[in-house]
């Protein structure tokens, strides 16, 4: 990440406030998701640790199980794609590959407050050789900013109700709040229709192995 990333994602930190939150609505249009579950035992200490943070504003919050955590790929392809063709295009892509990730910083849209997940590959051409062999636009990650094609991120929270002052006084503090390494284990196509990967409301299609 460079220092006019780490840049920008500061300064949308410190200009955040509560007039902009979009509240929580874990209801979205079905589709697949091409995800990386953030498998790492060790990280459940650091997690706990993160959200004991924000415990004061917990009615206000929503906090994601560490169970439910990962990052994603791709995400909004059409729920009518052609599962062989998804799942064959993915696995020519994933599998056998290495993909790692030092996740570290936290950023924020309207919507919630997530973990900056730097691949230490290229993420970029990933996404788009992906987008040009499935033949799709998927998710357009350039809405949040230019930056998070290239990056990725690991959503933790969302918004209940507008959080007091001191919630954005708090995230200031501790946007330098770092987890570590990250290998990737699989890869998983879910078909989806929850923002929090809600199992009630998700399916896991096919799971491919990376080299871990």
């Not at 091409?34 to 206000?60: M, V």
């Not at 020519?92 to 309207?110: E, M, P, Q, R």
């Not at 890869?187 to 929090?196: A, E, G, K, P, Q």
Request: hydrophobic share 40%; net charge negative.
């Amino acid at each position: 990440m460079t220092n006019e990333d780490h840049g920008f994602i500061d300064s949308q930190l410190k200009i955040f406030s509560s007039e902009g939150i979009v509240l929580w609505e874990d209801e979205m249009e079905e589709n697949f998701t091409i995800n990386i579950p953030l498998l790492n035992d060790e990280f459940k200490e650091k997690y706990n640790e993160l959200l004991n943070l924000f415990l004061d504003f917990d009615e206000a919050l929503y906090l994601y199980p560490f169970e439910r955590l990962h990052m994603t790929l791709l995400g909004r392809i059409p729920k009518d794609y052609d599962v062989g063709r998804l799942v064959s295009g993915v696995e020519s892509f994933i599998t056998d590959k290495a993909f790692n990730f030092k996740l570290g910083f936290l950023a924020n849209n309207n919507q919630g407050v997530s973990i900056i997940s730097e691949p230490k590959f290229d993420l970029y051409k990933l996404r788009m050789d992906l987008r040009e062999y499935l033949e799709i636009n998927g998710d357009d990650y350039t809405k949040y900013s230019n930056i998070y094609e290239k990056l990725s991120w690991v959503n933790f929270m969302r918004f209940r109700s507008k959080p007091a002052r001191e919630f954005f006084e708090t995230l200031w503090n501790n946007k330098e709040f770092q987890f570590g390494d990250f290998v990737a284990k699989r890869v998983d196509i879910i078909l989806n229709t929850s923002r929090t990967v809600d199992p009630s409301k998700s399916r896991i299609v096919k799971s491919i192995s990376t080299k871990a």
